[in-house]
């Protein structure tokens, strides 16, 4: 009886939808840009059946309002049949190909292959979240002709259901966007909040009053949060550079200011300001403005690189504002965070202005991900003309980084949208996995941005206009760890990049959203000009160091 009920929710089978549902469950089990195991394989498939479903029917519908002649009796029913068999084959044939696929991408990052997909578990679990989405669908439809029902009484039979389909769509997104996302993120902070609140024993209290939340700080330890501490406690040290470097060296000096430090983004980007003075970090060479990601993360390998590269002659402040993952905070708000990311810059960057010119570090901005957006939109032009800073390095920018997309949609021609080329390169640069930044026509300038990507982050090119046209990254040459297999189908690409953008820490280091130890020494010896290391020694202490010191 459940069963029965079940199935009398979904829509009457129509030719073209069988068709665009089959093809876009093929079409799903193709590579993207971050290689897929089974479970999220069979998620990301259903919602592709779902979804050609739904474009076939549309379709369908279309077709009989124009009242275009349609197959009848025994030709019909053999064109089902001949449909139906090449639908079957075409699953079939896409399911037995998928492991190969997945392979081929896994090959490009060093992964190694994975012996099965589990094709009919992947059959089983698209199927099932296809009848869960098309129950959702059938029950929305029946509330819109119950409204559309009601209204008729007092109202004419097409105004009704125009009013009907309306109050419908109202209700869904006021209870999808209204309570499932608020209660959702409601759930997810708290989740992360209490993640944050941990204390690791791989991050025990420091004893150096140089360091935040040691004797003598303006912050307290377990108000530094879970990635605070981390990077407070990670390394090198002043031992650590010396032993690597063969050279005198320095002790990194960090500010970390976590969200439960101060009560609001301006108190907490003075209580940085405040301990950066304390311990001294403005008397070093170097000034790193570094924004975190959401959850409050610095990358240590960009971290560990830059302290090597300048021998521990740097001071880094960092404050958090979140506890989300980037690409969640990224989707629910793309403006999160950019308060505390200009309350940090103005209040850092005052300072360092109000010092004699002879007097100031060199100072630049870095962030990762939802950081590298933060970062770049933490000041303005007319705020800094009168003394710009001296560059920035953003790693992994979000695919709505204004001045990343604005400099790739700008690039020179021949050059591909994965790595751009702007310009005459005196200001800006793009790099990767194999270092490009001394291939510009024109030296640096005074002022200079870098910007690290890898053509296989899907938080850079996720591109919601992917849903109807092909990205132009996807254009050849692609880029070194993009499969050759991946092609664009309007609206399947574009479920694929979603998932991808939610999966793209996946990879190994050195591919997708995973930044490494020896791309961020090219970019941060590109910006600083590394003084007294030779083209050598840089190579020689990214392969001795690239697994940690």
Not at 4 to 19: D, E, K, S
Not at 58 to 68: F, S, T
Not at 415 to 436: E, K, N
Request: some cysteine; charged content about 15%.
């Amino acid at each position: 009886m459940i069963l029965g009920a079940a199935l009398r929710l979904l829509p009457r089978a129509t030719l073209p939808g069988l068709v665009l549902a089959t093809l876009f469950f093929a079409a799903s089990l193709t590579p993207s840009l971050v290689p897929r195991g089974p479970l999220v394989q069979g998620v990301l498939s259903g919602i592709s059946l779902a979804a050609g479903y739904g474009v076939g029917l549309a379709a369908g519908l279309l077709w009989r309002l124009l009242q275009l002649p349609a197959p009848r009796g025994r030709w019909m029913r053999r064109t089902w049949a001949a449909v139906g068999g090449l639908c079957l084959l075409g699953a079939a044939w896409s399911l037995a190909l998928a492991s190969e696929w997945q392979n081929g991408l896994r090959a490009l990052m060093d992964m190694p292959p994975v012996d099965d997909l589990r094709p009919l578990g992947i059959l089983a679990l698209s199927l099932a979240v296809f009848l869960i989405l098309l129950w959702l669908a059938r029950g929305v439809r029946l509330l819109a002709q119950v409204l559309a029902g009601q209204l008729a009484r007092v109202l004419p039979g097409p105004q009704a259901a125009v009013l009907g389909i309306a109050a419908t769509a109202l209700i869904v997104w006021n209870i999808a966007n209204g309570v499932i996302v608020h209660e959702a993120m409601k759930v997810l902070d708290a989740s992360y909040a209490a993640y944050d609140a941990l204390l690791e024993e791989s991050s025990p209290r420091p004893a150096d009053p140089l360091k935040s939340g040691g004797p003598g700080s303006l912050l307290d330890w377990e108000g530094l949060g879970r990635a605070g501490r981390e990077m407070i406690a990670a390394g090198p040290d002043r031992a650590a550079i010396e032993a690597a470097t063969g050279a005198s060296a320095l002790e990194p000096l960090r500010v970390y200011v976590g969200l439960n430090s101060a009560p609001d983004p301006q108190a907490r980007a003075d209580l940085a300001l405040a301990e950066l003075i304390r311990i001294g970090g403005f008397d070093r060479g170097t000034l790193v403005i570094a924004t975190p990601t959401g959850t409050g993360w610095i990358d240590p390998e960009s971290q560990r690189a830059l302290e090597f590269v300048l021998r521990g002659d740097v001071a880094t402040v960092s404050v958090q504002y979140s506890y989300l993952a980037s690409w969640i905070a990224l989707l629910a708000d793309p403006d999160y965070g950019v308060e505390t990311a200009r309350a940090v810059f103005s209040a850092v960057y005052g300072h360092w202005r109000s010092l004699p010119a002879d007097r100031r570090p060199r100072l630049y901005l870095h962030g990762l991900s939802l950081g590298a957006l933060n970062s770049d939109l933490s000041h303005d032009l007319f705020q800094v003309v009168g003394a710009p800073y001296d560059g920035a390095l953003w790693a992994g920018p979000p695919f709505d980084s204004p001045t990343w997309r604005e400099v790739t949609r700008s690039r020179n021609p021949g050059s591909p949208a994965w790595l751009p080329v702007y310009r005459d390169g005196s200001a800006i640069r793009f790099t990767g996995q194999a270092d490009t930044l001394d291939r510009a026509e024109a030296p640096w300038g005074g002022f200079r941005i870098v910007y690290l990507q890898y053509a296989s982050d899907a938080v850079v090119f996720y591109d919601p206009h992917a849903l109807w046209r092909r990205p132009a990254w996807m254009e050849p040459p692609r880029g070194p760890d993009v499969s050759p297999d991946f092609r664009w189908l309007p609206v399947v690409t574009f479920l694929q990049l979603s998932v991808d953008m939610m999966t793209a820490v996946a990879p190994p280091l050195g591919h997708g959203h995973s930044y490494a130890f020896p791309h961020y020494v090219d970019a941060w010896a590109a910006l600083t000009d590394a003084p007294g290391w030779t083209a050598e020694d840089l190579e020689r202490l990214k392969r001795d160091m690239a697994g940690g010191p």
